[in-house]
């Protein structure tokens, strides 16, 4: 990795830091500059803008958790085993490098209507895995939104607990009490 690679790592781990600490809004270029020990136009040679470095971050995350999220699943081929795998890649990612998994978590909201719907999305994969079961007979047929936002919130609510204090350790340590509920909710038959 050579200087310039190193110094945008800086910056994107020094604004990161910062934009879970006290919010995109709040963070100024200036901040970010003094916690990367770099001058404050050294920013602006790797980003057009603070906007423009916090979307990318949040994009780059999302791309890559649904590209694994993806890659999880494929080498499995019942529904039980790719849940597994999909709550499992979603753990690690989230232990892996927390700071980035919250920043995605929290702004989501923020940015997600900025991304383009040809992007790979970590809700679409998990949709998709449920419809192909539905297709398949693997479990009955429901709505598929309102299924795939109760499995993707076993583990996204749990990290948010995680962000506010009330999860403490890494989440991987949760991951089969997650996969089973995931698993439940699946599973269980329409009332």
């Known amino acids: 990795m050579g200087k310039a690679d ?4 800086r910056v994107e ?3 990161l830091t910062l934009f879970m600490a006290r919010g995109v809004a709040e963070t100024t270029t200036r901040e970010i500059a003094m916690a990367a ?3 404050e136009g050294t920013i602006y040679r790797y980003f057009p803008s603070k906007d423009a470095l916090a979307l990318e971050l949040f ?5 890559a958790l649904a590209e694994a999220l993806l890659q999880a699943q ?7 085993q790719k849940c597994d795998a999909i709550v499992r890649c979603y753990c690690v990612w989230a232990d892996r490098d927390w700071i980035t998994f919250a920043y995605h978590l929290l702004t989501q909201h923020h940015f997600l209507a900025s991304l383009s719907e040809d992007l790979p999305n970590p809700v679409d994969v998990v949709s998709d895995v449920i419809a192909q079961a539905m297709a398949a007979g693997e479990i009955p047929r429901r709505d598929l939104h309102a299924l795939t936002a109760s ?3 076993v583990v996204l609510q749990a990290a948010t607990f995680k962000v506010y204090g009330r999860i403490n ?3 991987i340590d949760q991951a089969p009490l997650f996969a089973d509920s995931a698993w439940a909710i699946l599973s269980a038959k329409p009332s």
């Open 59 to 63: 994009t780059r995350h999302h791309v």
């Open 37 to 39: 020990s770099v001058a």
């Open 74 to 80: 494929a080498a499995h081929k019942k529904l039980r």
């Open 151 to 153: 499995v993707v919130g």
């Open 6 to 9: 190193d110094t945008k790592k």
């Open 169 to 171: 350790g890494p989440l």
């Open 13 to 15: 781990r020094a604004a």
